[in-house]
């Protein structure tokens, strides 16, 4: 097993450097640093000097791989390759256009997104797996069929619905908790609680949906039937043997996610006022912030295979049957 | 009244439909039966004719809301059962009459410990305390058979073999000491050896403890060794009833007559098996009339028109068939002088057909290994390998069937890929007439491949299911240029549908419109397609029901006689071998340790593995019945076979030698050669 891990932390090497070469061309020189700087600057009166300026003072002046008039290994160190791409290696992601360290930013607001996302993921698997276990129970019944007529009505309405409805009903005219906005500590629950059920509530329809055909599969296996012969009740069947192994499929979805939680929701983010790296993200793209924006591509890669590692890992805790070798 | 007389079980009526309460499709259509105490009753009938659901329907364990109940009583004792409710029915349930299944890889919960599924019953059922049932745990492993029982309690179901699933299986099913077992197909999914060791355990428990047991079973050859009354079903209903010499000596039903005609054997090997025309009715119609009487060559006026009634025969036997009414005697002689000319006729005309004899060898392997490496560590290093194919010779013959034999696992199928380079061999050679294969590449081999094909054990498996019948056939003509263009092409399909015995409208269907051995038909069919001289068949009758086995016999038999076909015949099935081979070759562990002409090998077996292999067979002549020899354990593992003789293990007949060096071949005469240190 730890054999295994090593290995496959060794293979993730040559993804990311695939990752690093990929995010490279495309910022660089798909997009060319002219390109960048009259963008930022704005479209009219853009002069060649204010341009050799813009890209001087964020150090985009320098050849892309192969710095010619340098000396000895500076040629290759005094690139734009070397400088913005090979430093993500050590996240080591330079400042940002307003000259504040990225690094530093993503360490701070990750706090706020992980706020939100770890209950959305928590109490939605909760809520998801005990609905579908409870149409699993009562399949090919009506309680069955207006359930996933529900699930269907559910995942069909956009999320933005959710999101706008959840603020009107329970902001607006419940005064429950504030529509929007963030605070340290205690305090934060009260803007947390209506973005965590919005988000809940949001993914219900395809969670429930999936984890009822799952389960549903499970129930036809021949295992079932032995457990029934025993003389079993259909809960002990359902929560002794169905959900045990309905976890198998389960897990493959789910756990490769957790990771990315600290990547924080774009959408959520925005409209709720949170300050995590989700808005952060949003607002990158809006200002044209290349240097956040490539910073968050190459974090979400990193993070995304941390989160294959930790599935095949989870496998072995509910699988007796995976050895990692 | 006493215990004699008063049934442990009592059915009477019982329906079962499913679907559509409008179109019900009768699954159990009116049964009745009673089962003893203390005795085996079997239930015997083909595959879909309604066993398992009557098993189901006992357990009322029946697929809801599809399956229904909808008539009959099942009395356990004095209750019926149909009136308790689902809650009573629970303590019924693995508490009174539990049940076993066919499938022991699948009928385990994977991710719960051996231990822990044995214990669930004994926690269910009894008020013990948790220090007791473990103890009880551990006496049920004892029980079936499994050694350690300490150690094994934590092991999860895929660390055990087949055969030890299945005796934890029982373990289950037996933990709370029921009165009736219903054993579903128990050893259907194992090899002969391990089948019978499963069988003499469930014996041994059922006089243990003096309880009663329902067999259900295809195989005629288990109920002739194992029970005491027995009943046929067909298409939903029992037709006949009898004790097991009764039915052995007498079988009255035209149907279970048709099942031991379709058995191969050596007996028959000069004549083509009887088969049952037509297929089983569809049971979603209500039926009027008899049956069997569509597919019956003994069928006459009345078994179209009325439904046949029950006719006792002999104390206990009794049969559901309008042959045995008593004012319809003389029809019933006449039918019988009919079918014994019938049968005198067949074995004359195949006898006088002249069969050219060939004997030049057409396809040899010589040295053959086939070893899979296995990787460990962190630099996926190869730390061992599976002996898969272990250094073996074979020869195929012009017109010949070879049957390479042996129980799962053994490494026949791995042979068979690699004589036709589908898995490339480790090392040794494999020559087709003058060309080396081992060598051959590319292009070239693509080429030679339509010499050789294969058809696969699982005809459901096999076949394309996006593709027309049509399509399947022509790819292979395609690949190998066979037919220069489509309208050729197309006509051959034609005489390659015909000649496998299928109407040539089916080139216009899909894969699964057809029943099983049909889909053989189809499989070998597109094996013809690019006209080759040899045909590697593994398993093709194991997932057949016993008349469509013969169907399929009868078809390769009758395509060897025509067109000069070789066969390599991979199977476990020895009647089917004494049928079919001219030449046997029996494999243990990846090598071959005993071959010859069929006559001499099977006669006069001498490797003591062959000699087991062939004595745990379950025979139906009971003349002939031979003692048991009974191998303890199971096949090791290829990975690290025993030293000396790989079957010194489980050999009854060990000397200290075998435990040191692997035997050389022995000459028993010039064609049949065997590997023991016994000789």
Redesign the interface.
């Known amino acids: 097993m730890f054999a295994y891990i090593i290995r496959r932390t060794l293979y993730a090497i040559p993804i990311l450097i695939g990752v690093n070469l990929l995010t490279f061309s495309l910022f660089f020189v798909v997009n060319s640093p002219d390109d960048m700087a009259r963008m930022h600057l704005g479209m009219k009166r853009v002069t060649p000097e204010s341009i050799d300026k813009w890209k001087q003072e964020r150090g985009y002046d320098k050849p892309l791989l192969y710095n010619a008039s340098a000396e000895g290994i500076e040629k290759v160190s005094d690139t734009i390759f070397f400088d913005k791409s090979l430093r993500l290696f050590v996240f080591d992601f330079g400042s940002a256009d307003d000259g504040r360290d990225i690094g530093f930013d993503i360490s701070q607001r990750m706090w706020a997104s992980l706020a939100i996302a770890l209950p959305v993921f928590i109490v939605g698997i909760l809520v998801n797996i005990t609905f579908a276990m409870l149409l699993a129970f009562f399949r090919a019944t009506y309680i069955d069929i207006w359930g996933v007529v529900l699930c269907v009505i559910l995942m069909s309405i956009s999320s933005l619905f959710y999101i706008i409805g959840g603020q009107f009903l329970v902001g607006k005219l419940l005064h429950l908790v504030p529509i929007s906005g963030y605070d340290t500590g205690v305090s934060a629950i009260k803007f947390l609680v209506l973005p965590v059920i919005i988000g809940v509530i949001g993914g219900i329809g395809a969670g429930s949906r999936w984890y009822r055909t799952i389960f549903l599969e499970e129930i036809n296996k021949d295992y079932v039937r032995t457990a029934r012969a025993k003389g079993l009740s259909e809960i002990r069947v359902l929560f002794k043997h169905v959900l045990k192994n309905a976890m198998i499929p389960i897990l493959t979805g789910v756990v490769v996610v957790i990771p990315l939680l600290f990547m924080g929701s774009l959408i959520t983010e925005s409209f709720f006022g949170i300050p995590g790296l989700g808005s952060y993200t949003i607002d990158a793209i809006q200002n044209q912030d290349f240097a956040i924006v490539r910073a968050m591509v190459f974090l979400g890669s990193v993070l995304y295979i941390i989160g294959l590692i930790l599935t095949d890992i989870s496998y072995t805790m509910v699988d007796p049957r995976v050895r990692l070798e | 009244m006493s215990d004699q007389d008063q049934p442990l079980l009592r059915i009477t009526g019982l329906k079962t439909w499913f679907g559509d309460p409008a179109h019900p499709v009768r699954v159990v259509d009116d049964i009745s039966f009673d089962i003893f105490k203390g005795e085996t009753f079997a239930l015997l009938g083909e595959s879909g004719c309604g066993k398992s659901m009557t098993a189901l329907s006992m357990?009322q364990?029946v697929?809801s809301?599809a399956g229904k109940i909808v008539a009959g009583e099942v009395h356990l004792k004095s209750q019926d059962l149909l009136q308790l409710s689902e809650?009573q029915m629970?303590?019924?349930?693995?508490?009174h009459m539990?049940?076993i299944?066919q499938?022991p890889m699948?009928?385990?919960?994977?991710?719960?410990t051996i231990g822990e599924q044995i214990a669930?019953?004994l926690r269910?059922?009894s008020s013990d305390n948790e220090a007791s049932i473990q103890a009880q745990v551990i006496d049920a492993l004892n029980a079936v058979g499994i050694p350690d029982p300490q150690q094994r309690l934590q092991d999860?179901p895929?660390q055990l073999s087949g055969g030890m699933k299945q005796r934890v299986?029982i373990a289950?099913?037996l933990a709370a000491k029921p009165e009736l077992l219903i054993a579903d197909e128990p050893t259907t999914a194992l090899d002969v050896t391990i089948q019978a060791q499963v069988m003499d355990l469930l014996r041994k428990r059922q006089n243990n403890l003096g309880m009663a047991m329902l067999l259900i079973t295809h195989d005629l050859g288990i109920v002739a060794d194992r029970v005491d009354r027995l009943a046929v079903m067909y298409a939903g209903e029992l037709v006949e009833q009898a004790s097991r010499e009764e039915f052995f000596n007498n079988a009255a039903h035209p149907y279970s007559r048709k099942l031991f005609a379709a058995l191969p054997n050596l007996g028959k090997r000069e004549q083509s098996l009887e088969t049952i025309k037509g297929n089983v009715p569809a049971l979603d119609t209500e039926f009027k009339a008899c049956r069997f009487a569509d597919r019956c060559d003994r069928a006459w006026g009345l078994c179209h028109t009325e439904k046949p009634q029950w006719h006792k025969l002999a104390d206990g036997h009794q049969v559901l068939c309008h042959l045995y009414a008593h004012d319809v005697t003389q029809v019933k002689i006449d039918n019988i002088v009919s079918l014994k000319e019938k049968t005198d006729k067949t074995i004359k005309s195949s006898k006088n057909e002249s069969m050219p004899v060939y004997n030049h060898v057409l396809m040899q392997a010589k040295g053959l290994k086939v070893h899979f490496p296995i990787?460990?560590?962190?630099f996926?290093r190869i730390s061992n390998y599976v002996y898969a194919v272990d250094n073996i010779d074979l020869e195929l013959r012009k017109g010949r069937t070879l049957a390479l034999v042996g129980e799962s696992g053994c490494g026949k199928t791995t042979a068979g890929k690699a004589l036709l380079q589908l898995i490339r061999p480790t090392a040794g050679r494999v020559s087709y007439l003058d060309n080396e294969l081992t060598e051959i590449k590319g292009k070239a081999l693509q080429r030679l491949r339509a010499h050789f094909q294969i058809i696969f054990q699982d005809p459901y498996a096999s076949l394309n299911p996006r593709m027309m019948v049509g399509d399947i056939l022509e790819e292979g003509m395609q690949a190998q240029n066979i037919g220069s263009h489509t309208t050729e092409r197309q006509q051959r399909i034609d005489k390659l549908l015909e000649q496998v015995g299928l109407p040539v409208t089916a080139k216009y269907r899909y894969p699964h419109e057809f029943s099983g051995g049909q889909r053989q038909r189809i499989s070998i069919a597109r094996a013809l397609a690019v006209e080759p001289d040899i045909l590697i068949c593994d398993e093709p009758t194991s997932a057949l029901d016993v008349s469509v086995q013969a169907q399929t016999l009868n078809l390769l038999k009758d395509l060897q006689d025509r067109l000069g076909l070789s066969y390599l015949f991979i199977t476990h099935n020895i009647s089917v071998v004494e049928y079919l081979a001219h030449e046997i070759a029996v494999m243990y562990l990846g090598r071959i340790v005993e071959q010859g002409p069929v006559e001499s090998v099977l006669s006069e077996p001498q490797h003591p593995y062959t000699q087991a292999l062939l004595s745990a067979v379950p025979v139906i002549d009971k003349e002939h019945s031979r003692e048991v020899i009974k191998l303890e354990g199971e096949l090791p593992s290829p990975i690290n076979p025993p030293e000396g003789c790989h079957f010194h293990p489980r050999c009854p007949q060990v000397k200290d030698e075998c435990k040191q060096i692997y035997p050389e071949v022995t000459q028993i005469d010039s064609e049949h050669q065997v590997r023991c240190h016994l000789y």
């Open positions: 357990m364990l697929p809301p809650r629970r303590t019924v349930r693995g508490k539990s049940m299944f499938e699948t009928s385990l919960n994977p991710v719960l669930e019953v269910l059922h999860y895929h299986m289950i099913a990787r460990k560590g962190l996926r």
